[in-house]
């Protein structure tokens, strides 16, 4: 055959051999990114390797850093304001839209079989609970509708906040039981008390004392009493109680006036607590309760926004009450020593007015942040501290701290014995001595811890809802650790005794 036959032969063929590899080519990237395909995943990721496209799930859920839900503009003025009752209609993050947490996590429904903590919740009458928030639910209906953000009632501002623990950790197990919440997977619900490591009582305690402590009209018991006496009865009178007298049970009571009445009968309970400021050590200790943070009052600081060392023109901040009884007689002396220093600031000072706000704003423009002791060990101001990126000074010998067993909080925070920060210059000199870069390395550290101490609904990984579930779970993971090393000789000798 000659040359000139041999070229159109030729021409075809690599004519058929483009198409073909055109053909295969526009087959593969509609398959890609179709809904639907008849080619198996591991196909695509074996023909696409070494590409310069990547695999990717068509409804997958990407990985990427958590960011706390976004607070209304309303519900940043209740969050700082004094005013009782000018909630949204719905519980919010008191952290702000810009605030970014170092934790990196999937954001996916929970698979209740990867829960590290089974919790059964009594399904105790709303006047133990949402009632106490004015809350009426339809005919026998026990719980409000936390589908609904709208159905779910507001809990009161002012002071009130700071003890709202046992709200968020009750909306929160309600929530676990919604099939499309995306939540942490730490703690779920469970049907049966049986199934449980841990038993709740969802008694609003704080909220409880702090509305109806006192006598009103004609009442010769307070609400308040009433309640805790009723809940006595109600857990004596359960099985669930006698099996391990109730030493499986967790009941929250943050307020250190909340279930006074009760505590020395409920006194085997794991409590969330305060502190043990006002809990005889039989009834409270760090062996079986946890101490669970106040929901501070001032705003959270944007990260972005958090004013450097230099961009804060105050030494040291307090704002409080300065007459205070028992281990806050120290404020008293602090204040005589530090009053007239023309780089610290210590004054009187309430919510009342512009109180949370003109607090927070002088936080945010302060290098240190004292907390002294007062009538009790602890307060909120600890954390408004800790949302403005203030360096906390801690001055309370007796005080107990949140989640120390996992956060090591010297890496951010300063602390002074009572009796050496009242001695004459001592306190000045240790904070005028902590140079810029030792400094930055807390104000570093507080902002990348500052998420552990946000109440939020719905929770978020390594937020405070989550972190105190994590703790009930190592708290039950050492009690049963005690019981079962406390039952070897126990059976041992009920062997014998069958013998």
């Given amino acids: ?72 503009e309303l519900s940043q003025v209740d969050a700082r304001s004094p005013i009782m009752r000018k909630e949204p209609p719905c519980p919010v993050s008191n952290s702000n839209n810009k605030t970014t947490s170092f934790k990196r996590h999937e954001k996916v429904v929970c698979d209740p079989a990867q829960a590290r903590l089974r919790v059964y919740m009594y399904d105790l009458p709303p006047e133990f609970h949402f009632r106490l928030l004015d809350w009426k639910g339809m005919g026998n209906q026990t719980w409000p509708d936390v589908q609904n953000p709208s159905r779910i009632p507001a809990y009161p501002g002012g002071l009130n906040l700071q003890h709202s623990i046992e709200y968020w950790l009750t909306l929160d197990l309600l929530s676990s039981n919604v099939g499309t919440m995306v939540r942490p997977c730490t703690a779920i619900r469970v049907k049966k008390s049986s199934q449980a490591d841990v038993i709740f009582v969802p008694f609003f305690s704080s909220l409880s004392y702090n509305r109806h402590s006192k006598l009103h009209g004609k009442e010769k018991v307070s609400v308040n009493k009433q309640l805790q006496e ?78 450097s060392f230099s961009e804060r023109p105050t030494l040291a901040h307090f704002r409080g009450a300065i007459y205070r009884k028992d281990g806050g007689v120290i404020r008293q002396e602090l204040f005589y020593l530090l009053k007239d220093e023309p780089d610290v600031q210590f004054s009187f000072g309430n919510i009342k007015g512009n109180g949370v706000n003109q607090a927070g704003q002088e936080m945010a423009t302060s290098k240190f942040c004292l907390h002294i002791a007062g009538d009790t060990p602890s307060s909120n101001r600890l954390f408004d501290a800790i949302a403005s990126h203030c360096v906390p000074v801690i001055i309370s010998d007796e005080i107990e701290l ?21 001695k004459k210059g001592y306190l000045l000199n240790l904070l005028r001595g902590i140079n810029e870069e030792k400094w930055t390395k807390m104000w570093e550290r507080l902002k990348e811890i500052v998420h552990f101490f946000e109440y939020q609904y719905p929770s978020q990984s390594g937020d405070a809802v989550d972190m105190i579930w994590e703790a009930v779970s190592r708290k039950i993971s050492s009690i049963r650790f005690n019981r079962h090393k406390n039952n070897r000789y126990n059976r041992s000798q009920s062997i014998r005794t069958n013998l």
């Fill in 1 to 72: 055959m000659s040359e000139k036959s041999r070229l159109p032969s030729r021409f075809i063929f690599y004519l058929i051999t483009i198409s073909m590899f055109l053909l295969i080519f526009s087959s593969i990237f509609l398959l890609q990114f179709s809904n639907s395909s008849f080619t198996p995943r591991s196909v695509f990721k074996l023909i696409l390797v070494n590409s310069t496209s990547f695999y990717l799930k068509p409804n997958e859920i990407r990985e990427e850093f958590e960011v706390p839900l976004v607070s209304s």
């Fill in 402 to 422: 949140p989640f120390e067993d996992v956060l090591d909080y010297s890496k951010f925070c300063i602390f002074v014995s009572a009796p050496d920060s009242i």
């Fill in 230 to 307: 009723k809940l006595v009865q109600f857990l004596m009178s359960r099985d669930e109680w006698k099996r391990q007298s109730g030493k499986n049970h967790l009941i929250v009571a943050h307020h250190p006036n909340s279930m006074l009445d009760a505590r020395r009968k409920l006194g085997s309970a794991m409590f969330v607590l305060a502190d043990f400021g006002r809990y005889p050590v039989e009834i409270a200790n760090l062996d079986k309760d946890i101490i669970a943070p106040y929901r501070h009052l001032v705003g959270t600081v944007p990260i972005n926004e958090s004013a």
